[in-house]
């Protein structure tokens, strides 16, 4: 299941690297004006780093029981509920061997039709307020259908036909009394059997989460720096809370950001800017809820059209087209800036040396589960998979360095 342009898809977020910090896509004005805080410099309060907690909340019209996650999880892998038998949900969110999408630019639906759009991860996708990388879907029950229906994904011409199908089988009739108190199967408890199984999938076991929860020795030195970088420059004003996105409902922030915010000339030779997300008008820029940050290092390629395999080309080009950062061998040049009190004002840029973004990417890598790193550690790389890298610092096991065949970059590569 993906999300193709409007149709449908599980636009979770957090597979594909987006948004890495942008106030409404309005370029920042310079420090001292009122209530606005200039790029590269330390949100106003002390933030706050928190746990994801183990166990996402149902909705009270859909309690989860042992029986409807038992279902879910069926109609999760379920080929049935494509127009041909060959494709389920788990076809593009692969959660038995590891992260739970599908290592592709754009997934393959059925009659191997390519979608527009990146798949992102299925994991911690209950603890999101809103889904699909446009944001249009307000929960997972909503979000859920759409694939089944989308032509490009799995094709059914309805949901009524859905029903058809699972009330066929024998199996089905007795799961749906046992999860539901009685044997009605319709196209909305389908969807709401999928939407329980798939908040049960949490990564909680972060060396980040093991961090912040007072394991003092969870993070190496590098991953702290990065984690400090990750504060100190912006990326926490949309990438906050335990799941590392303003689209959580553990965090209540703005779900949207524009994309990109700054220097469109970096975006568009990666074709990012052809598709504008939930921008419906005929122009200007992007509009994209902000993914999750959760288990990113596992889940390349990024952005919405999945155009970067690299997660270190990833944070460079996030840095400078949200923050506005200089890069390394880039000079930190003076911005001039027309504040509100029509006072000509002068700030530098925040710059980011070659070792930053490697702690940056260090620090990320420390979001991946580590019973998920097992797993997909564990899986042969084919040729549409990244490869393992099993190198590992300080934190040893805390490490699942996860690089793409193009660059067989580790995060061990770090300056002096």
Not at 4 to 18: C, D, E, F, T
Not at 330 to 342: D, G, I, K, M, N
Request: overall charge positive; charged content about 20%.
């Amino acid at each position: 299941m993906r999300d193709r342009g409007n149709q449908s898809g599980l636009g979770v977020a957090a597979a594909g690297l987006l948004v890495f910090a942008a106030l409404a896509g309005a370029a920042p004005a310079p420090a001292g004006d009122a209530g606005v805080v200039a790029a590269g410099a330390s949100p106003p309060r002390a933030y706050r780093w928190v746990a994801l907690p183990r166990v996402v909340p149902s909705p009270p019209e859909n309690p989860a029981n042992p029986a409807k996650l038992a279902l879910g999880r069926r109609l999760f892998n379920d080929p049935r509920l494509s127009r041909d038998g060959t494709v389920s949900c788990a076809s593009c969110h692969d959660v038995a061997r590891g992260a739970g999408d599908d290592a592709r630019p754009t997934a393959v639906g059925v009659g191997r039709q390519r979608g527009a759009r990146n798949t992102p991860t299925v994991w911690n996708a209950g603890f999101l307020s809103v889904l699909f990388w446009d944001g249009r879907a307000a929960s997972l029950e909503a979000q859920a259908q759409a694939p089944i229906l989308n032509p490009v994904e799995m094709g059914l011409p309805s949901g009524h036909e859905a029903v058809r199908r699972v009330s066929a089988v024998a199996a089905y009739r007795t799961a749906f009394r046992d999860a539901f108190g009685d044997g009605r199967i319709s196209f909305a408890r389908i969807a709401q059997a999928i939407a329980a199984y798939e908040r049960s999938l949490v990564t909680a076991d972060a060396p980040y989460d093991r961090f912040v929860r007072g394991d003092a020795g969870a993070l190496d030195a590098a991953q702290l720096r990065g984690m400090a970088l990750f504060e100190s420059i912006g990326c926490v004003r949309c990438h906050a809370g335990p799941m590392f996105s303003d689209a959580s409902a553990l965090t209540g922030g703005n779900p949207l950001r524009i994309f990109p915010a700054n220097h469109a000339s970096m975006a568009a030779p990666l074709g990012l800017l052809a598709d504008r997300g939930a921008n419906r008008a005929t122009a200007g820029p992007g509009v994209w809820r902000v993914p999750s940050l959760r288990n990113v290092a596992l889940t390349a390629p990024y952005f919405h059209n999945g155009a970067v395999a690299d997660l270190h080309q990833a944070v460079r080009l996030m840095a400078a087209t949200q923050l506005d950062v200089a890069l390394a061998g880039e000079a930190p040049r003076a911005h001039y800036w027309l504040s509100a009190t029509q006072v000509l004002r002068r700030r530098g840029r925040a710059q980011l040396s070659a070792r930053d973004v490697d702690d940056i990417v260090a620090f990320l890598h420390a979001l991946s589960g580590e019973a998920l790193c097992a797993r997909v550690r564990a899986r042969e790389p084919g040729p549409a998979s990244v490869a393992i890298d099993t190198e590992t610092g300080p934190a040893g096991a805390h490490r699942c360095g996860v690089v793409t065949p193009a660059t067989q970059r580790t995060i061990g590569d770090q300056e002096p």
